[in-house]
């Protein structure tokens, strides 16, 4: 997964040069802050994250694309009794929570063309998440494919004709599904990077 993500990327990076004006494409550091579920499992912010978007402007301030986003969070526990399943096991636990949203999205830009543009969208798609709980010799996996939204709101303040900094706040919100992870998977994030495109 790593491998393709970073592929993604880098390919992002390559092309940008030839996006034509009426494209924005986005790549940001995110930050995360778990809730609901994944709070209960692992408390702590993720300082591991990556997100891209592409979306093209069908109306001077409406972009129609994609958003896909990789945010890890982890977590040590100490030396505990831990109940998994109706199994009781002693020691020390490492939580990791991986999340992939997938979506297609909808922005709206408040004043495109202005140097401080503000924007709001949403996001429809999925959410891939993967749960692994280690301890001693043991790995617990879990999995699911949550439908999930992604509402947004943030701006792009503009440094030169084709180069926005970009700054967003995201709710991605996975719907309960699966027999593996059954409750909702949701978090917060915040993404600072840079949009390449004109308006």
């Not at 550091?29 to 591991?48: E, H, L, M, N, Q």
């Not at 297609?104 to 709980?133: C, H």
Request: charged share 15%.
């Amino acid at each position: 997964m790593k491998k393709i993500l970073l592929a993604a990327c880098a390919l992002s990076l390559c092309t940008v040069g030839i996006l034509n004006a009426q494209s924005l494409t986005s790549v940001t550091y995110s930050i995360a802050f778990p809730t609901g579920d994944v709070s209960d499992f692992v408390g702590k912010t993720s300082f591991r994250g990556i997100s891209f978007d592409y979306h093209r402007l069908v109306q001077p301030n409406i972009g129609v694309g994609v958003s896909f986003a990789w945010n890890v969070f982890y977590q040590e526990k100490g030396y505990d009794t831990y109940t998994v399943d109706n199994a009781s096991l002693s020691g020390k636990q490492w939580r990791y929570s991986n999340h992939v949203p997938m979506f297609a999205s909808v922005n709206y830009y408040l004043k495109p063309g202005e140097q401080i543009n503000p924007f709001v969208g949403m996001g429809i798609g999925t959410i891939y998440s993967r749960r692994n709980t280690d301890m001693n010799l043991y790995t617990i996996r879990q999995e699911a494919w949550n439908f999930g939204l992604q509402p947004t709101i943030g701006f792009l303040y503009r440094g030169s004709d084709e180069t926005s900094v970009h700054v967003s706040a995201r709710y991605n919100y996975g719907f309960k599904a699966g027999s593996e992870l059954q409750e909702a998977q949701s978090y917060i994030s915040l993404n600072l990077g840079f949009t390449f495109g004109r308006m």
